[in-house]
């Protein structure tokens, strides 16, 4: 079983960037791919991005593309979010996620692909 606990979410102006962390422990962190999905209240929950086990694939949904960046340190268990350009709608509670399968290749889009989720951190755009 995978603990997950993001930080670095906040009030920040449109326009402007926060960086979101979350830190993994309780199993081998770098045999997981990792994601960051977002919920806002009477939506479901959707997927922001996802990086594979070992960094070489990374999946964005087109509303985030060219604005922000998944990454990941094995080192420290930790998977980052930098969010750029930030812009109202991206206002939700921000969920990071962890596959339940080791070392799996395939592609990421949906929280079906994760088995293991932070508490969330909420990010709040003003315009």
């Known amino acids: 079983q995978v603990q997950l606990v993001e930080s670095g979410g906040g009030l920040v102006q449109a326009g402007g960037s926060l960086r979101l962390s979350c830190a993994a422990s309780?199993?081998?962190?770098?045999?997981?791919?990792m994601g960051w999905f977002r919920q806002v209240p009477g939506k479901e929950r959707e997927f922001v991005a996802a990086i594979g086990w070992n960094s070489r694939n990374t999946y964005y949904t087109d509303s985030v593309k060219d604005r922000f960046t998944i990454s990941r340190d094995n080192a420290k268990n930790t998977v980052y979010l930098q969010m750029n350009s930030l812009k109202p709608e991206d206002t939700a509670v921000y969920y990071c996620?962890?596959?339940?399968?080791?070392?799996?290749?395939?592609?990421?889009?949906?929280?079906?692909?994760?088995?293991?989720w932070g508490q969330g951190t909420q990010v709040t755009v003003s315009s």
């Open positions: 996620a962890a596959d339940r399968r080791p070392l799996y290749s395939g592609s990421y889009s949906t929280d079906a692909d994760f088995g293991s």
């Open positions: 309780g199993r081998t962190f770098s045999r997981y791919a």
